[in-house]
C-alpha cells in the first residue's frame, strides 16, 4: 500500500483561485479511486470531488460545481485540484484520499467510506 501527501494550500480573498496537489505513490493500477474531501471547523468531512484513474471519469460535489475541477497526470502520481471563484464557506482542511485496493473501485466516487488512504491535510482560508 502507499501513500498520499497535499501541498498547495493558503489564503486567498474570496474570488480568488488556488491549487492543490496530491502526490500518490504505489502502484497505480492498486489505487484507482481518488479524491478530495474537505473538512471545516466543527462540520463532518465531506466530499469534493473524485477521479477514477482507469478513463479519468470525474465526479464532483454540488457545491464545487462549476467552480472546481480535479485531474490526474498521465503518469497517475499527482492528482490536482483546481479552485476558482473560492468562497468563505470553501475554507476548511482538504484531504487527499486513496482506496488502495484491487476490488471495490469500477468509476469515480464521493463516498468517504471507499478510501483507506488519507493525507495530513493541507489548509485552505478564505476570506471575505
Known amino acids: 500500500q502507499g501513500q498520499v501527501m497535499e501541498s498547495g494550500g493558503g489564503s486567498v480573498q474570496a474570488g480568488g483561485s488556488l491549487k492543490l496537489s496530491c502526490t500518490i505513490s504505489g502502484d497505480p493500477d492498486s489505487r484507482k479511486c481518488m479524491a478530495w474531501f474537505r473538512q471545516a471547523q466543527g462540520k463532518e468531512r465531506e466530499a469534493v470531488a473524485g477521479i477514477y484513474s482507469t478513463t479519468y471519469a470525474t465526479l464532483l460535489a454540488g457545491s464545487v460545481k462549476g467552480r472546481f475541477a480535479i485531474s490526474l497526470d498521465n503518469a497517475k502520481i499527482t492528482m490536482s485540484l483546481y479552485m476558482n471563484d473560492l468562497k468563505a464557506e470553501d475554507t476548511a482542511m482538504y484531504y487527499c484520499?486513496?482506496?488502495?485496493?484491487?476490488?471495490?473501485?469500477?468509476?469515480?466516487?464521493?463516498?468517504?467510506?471507499?478510501?483507506?488512504?488519507w493525507g495530513q491535510g493541507t489548509q485552505v482560508t478564505v476570506s471575505p
Open positions: 484520499a486513496a482506496r488502495f485496493s484491487p476490488f471495490g473501485c469500477n468509476g469515480p466516487t464521493l463516498n468517504l467510506s471507499q478510501y483507506n488512504t
